[in-house]
């Protein structure tokens, strides 16, 4: 999830830095998903309608996805948790995975992400049910395969 969604910012015009930082905080944020968050009381229907759309300038839209975000020095971070997502946080948590075979899963993503419109990757809920979600099993196997090759050699 992190290559793709990194992929997908390149794509849609975010710095390296700041494309490595969405990947990564992306892929955390989907995994907490998957896991359930904390349960908090919903909100009625009334509550829900009668407010408007939150703009905060912690705010961030990479399309109609938000995600929260901070400055550091002159440069932009995603954050989950309070914690912010660095460059240096994706290197050691995904590229250092990959090593020397990094390069090619970054390619294979940027060339899927290349093969859709940009209304897809504008679109939080497109970009994972036609990119994402059907490719998930079998790039997570040819990935995880790869990182083993390389974290055997």
């Not at 679109?123 to 059907?134: A, L």
Request: aromatic share 12%.
């Amino acid at each position: 999830m992190a290559i793709l969604q990194a992929a997908r910012a390149t794509e849609l015009g975010l710095s390296n830095t700041q494309a490595k930082s969405w990947g990564l905080n992306r892929a955390i944020f989907y995994a907490a998903a998957k896991k359930g968050f904390k349960k908090t009381p919903p909100r009625s229907r009334q509550e829900i309608s009668d407010k408007p759309v939150e703009k905060k300038k912690d705010h961030y839209f990479l399309g109609n996805e938000m995600a929260y975000a901070t400055k550091k020095g002159k440069r932009t971070y995603f954050t989950i948790g309070g914690k912010m997502q660095t460059e240096s946080d994706f290197e050691q948590q995904i590229v250092r995975r990959f090593g020397t075979n990094f390069n090619d899963a970054w390619d294979e993503s940027l060339k899927i992400i290349q093969e859709y419109p940009k209304e897809v990757l504008l679109s939080q809920n497109r970009f994972f049910q036609e990119i994402y979600r059907p490719r998930r099993d079998e790039l997570a196997s040819k990935w995880s395969e790869m990182s083993e090759l390389e974290q055997n050699a």
